[in-house]
Structure formats: structure tokens, C-alpha cells
């Protein structure tokens, strides 16, 4: 079954450490999207991928970055430079916008907690 | 002003009630307008997509869009306890990112 896999569901980050989150499509979708989720403000864009070895900074992008060096992956770095870092982090992809806006597809999350 | 605005709720209603559940807007660009549903701990599920101004019906639920008054609407007949969710609206141009509201919980009683 086509879809987007994001691991691992459940990540402990310990202060002043980088983690990695992972995300995986088989849909062959172009752009892919970083979310970030806390209670009651909805979804905030950190980054986003329109094709590969190309991203752009969301709106909440500071203390973050990515890289896309496969069109099937799209892993978010969390550092330690992001100060309020827990939350649920959802990663989305798309056929790209300007050809067909159709919504997005997106993984299961991972909640990130800072130990 | 945010460019969605969505009542976050928590909205409770009586099993088999209709529940309305709105978004507003305020870019008039948007023409492509989405409502999600996602379940606790998990990813949102597309669930109604419709382009422009007007009506779409899928099963129990039905989704509206008055462009003249910037103003989406998703209806659910019959709600039953597996609606229980949060519901988050999203809107585009066309040619960039997806705007989301914030989401309205809803919790049908049994």
C-alpha cells in the first residue's frame, strides 16, 4: 500500500541534543512537508521540499533543518537550538501544488518529548 | 489577522445529532477547500475536498463552500461515537502550501 511512514512514533530528547526524525513516501509524490502540532494552534509549517536538493523555510523554521536527497525522503533535524521542541511532529506529501492541488497525504507523526 | 480562522470547540453533541462544524477566511484567492479529520495520537485523514463555491455530499457528511462570504462548512448527519475527532479545515490557491485552521474537537456522546 502506498503512503508515508514516519519513525519513530515515540522520541525522547534529552537538552542540548540533535535528534533525527524519519519520513518515508512510496506515493511518488514531488513535495513533502514538516508540521509541527501543539494544543489548540493547529498545524505550523516548519519546512518544505517542492523536488529534491531544493527545500524553503516555513514559518516556524528556526532550530530546524532537513535535507531531500531522495524524492522518498524528507528526515527533520531537530536541534538544539529549537528551545521549545516538544510536540507532534507530522511530515505530509503532495503532488506538487502547481500541477494539481489535491491535499495532502499525512504519516501517523511522532511525539517528540524533551527528558 | 490569520488567514484561517477555525472555532476549536470542544464541541459535544448527543449521538444521531447533526453536527455543523465552520471555518472563515479572509484571502479571496483561495479556491480549493479541504476539511481533515484526525483521530487522537494519529496523522489527519482527508476527508471531503471541493473546489470553488457550493455543495458536496459524501454519506453522512456534507461539505459547503459560500465564496461571497469567505465560509466553509462541513455537516455530519448522524453523528455517531467513531466521529469523535478533531477537524481541521484547509484551504489553497492553488499554487502554494495549504492554509490549515486549528482545528474543532468534537466528541459524540453515546
Known amino acids: 500500500d502506498g503512503g508515508i511512514t514516519q519513525s519513530p512514533k515515540y522520541l525522547f530528547r534529552k537538552e542540548g541534543q540533535n535528534v533525527t526524525l524519519s519520513c518515508e513516501q512510496n506515493l511518488n509524490h514531488d513535495a513533502m512537508y514538516w508540521y509541527r502540532q501543539d494544543p489548540g494552534q493547529g498545524l505550523r509549517l516548519i519546512y518544505y521540499?517542492?523536488?529534491?536538493?531544493?527545500?524553503q523555510k516555513g514559518d516556524i523554521a528556526e532550530g530546524y533543518s532537513v535535507s531531500r536527497e531522495k524524492k522518498e525522503s524528507f528526515p527533520l533535524t531537530v536541534t538544539s537550538a529549537q528551545k521549545n521542541p516538544t510536540a507532534f511532529y507530522l511530515c505530509?506529501?503532495?503532488?506538487?501544488?502547481?500541477?494539481?492541488?489535491?491535499?495532502?497525504?499525512f504519516g501517523s507523526g511522532t511525539r517528540l518529548t524533551v527528558v | 489577522q490569520k488567514e484561517v480562522e477555525q472555532d476549536p470547540g470542544p464541541l459535544s453533541v448527543p449521538e444521531g445529532a447533526i453536527v455543523s462544524l465552520n471555518c472563515t477566511y479572509s484571502n479571496s484567492a483561495f479556491q480549493y477547500f479541504m476539511w481533515y479529520r484526525q483521530y487522537s495520537r494519529k496523522g489527519p485523514e482527508l476527508l471531503m475536498y471541493?473546489?470553488?463555491?457550493g455543495n458536496k455530499e459524501d454519506g453522512r457528511f456534507t461539505a459547503q463552500v459560500d465564496k461571497s462570504s469567505k465560509y466553509i462548512s462541513l455537516f455530519i448527519r448522524d453523528s455517531q461515537p467513531s466521529d469523535s475527532a478533531t477537524y481541521l479545515c484547509a484551504m489553497q490557491t492553488g499554487a502554494n502550501n495549504l492554509f490549515f485552521g486549528t482545528g474543532t474537537r468534537l466528541t459524540v456522546i453515546p
Open positions: 521540499s517542492q523536488i529534491v536538493n531544493d527545500f
Open positions: 471541493t473546489y470553488s463555491s
Open positions: 505530509a506529501s503532495s503532488i506538487n501544488p502547481g500541477q494539481s492541488p489535491f491535499g495532502y497525504t
